[in-house]
């Protein structure tokens, strides 16, 4: 399968596991749904096809770093919200000073009628350009995520030496095959066991049997 594979890295980064929502306590590593929300500010097509991320590699040795937030307790809707009725402070354990390297293919939906070359060629245009639709960030909007095309002329850095068993990890939120036009979106979670050898963390495909995949709901 052809691979797309980027260097990512930042100051920061938080990646939420579900059970610790609002006192945010991060995974020791990027998820996959991160992986492919990242490529997405990049370049997407729903309609057309969606990103498998194949494989993350960890190249910083894991840090984490505690402090708090200023947050809102509500959500927006039509109605404007004043923050300084509705804020909170809450605890943030996340990552500092990451570094990945993401490889991941271009999986066309079965309506795509075009060419997986030009999907690729698209893609490689942008990223070498330096083009996004919006900034991509690692794990939340606030910790920014610069990106670059993997050269391993250029970038010699090795993924780190750490081994770890996390257990369930969560794989994606939304269903990858579901490329209609909503006006709300559905949600649907799903899992794999992640297991980081010597920095190397391998992604099953999304219709593998190692992905579980929960029902839906709107």
């Not at 000073?97 to 893609?123: C, H, M, N, W």
């Not at 969560?170 to 899992?191: E, M």
């Amino acid at each position: 399968m052809r691979e797309i594979v980027l260097e990512v890295w930042g100051d920061f980064a938080l990646f939420s596991e579900p059970e610790a929502k609002v006192e945010r306590m991060t995974y020791p590593f990027m998820t996959p749904s991160a992986a492919r929300g990242l490529l997405s500010s990049i370049y997407s097509k729903p309609k057309e096809f969606y990103w498998q991320v194949n494989r993350i590699e960890v190249l910083r040795p894991i840090q984490y770093i505690s402090f708090k937030r200023n947050e809102v307790k509500c959500t927006v809707s039509d109605k404007p919200i004043f923050t300084d009725e509705e804020r909170t402070q809450r605890q943030s354990v996340a990552l500092k000073d990451v570094r990945y390297r993401i490889a991941a293919s271009i999986i066309p939906q079965p309506d795509f009628a075009g060419k997986e070359t030009q999907l690729y060629e698209q893609a490689f245009r942008r990223i070498r350009t330096g083009k996004c639709y919006m900034q991509p960030s690692l794990g939340l909007k606030e910790f920014i995520a610069y990106f670059e095309e993997y050269d391993p002329s250029v970038h010699t850095d090795r993924p780190i030496e750490d081994s770890m068993d996390i257990g369930l990890m969560v794989y994606d939120i939304f269903d990858l095959h579901d490329c209609s036009v909503q006006k709300k979106t559905k949600f649907q979670l799903s899992l794999f066991h992640a297991v980081m050898d010597h920095g190397v963390i391998q992604i099953p495909p999304y219709d593998s049997p190692d992905v579980l995949k929960g029902g839906s709901r709107c």
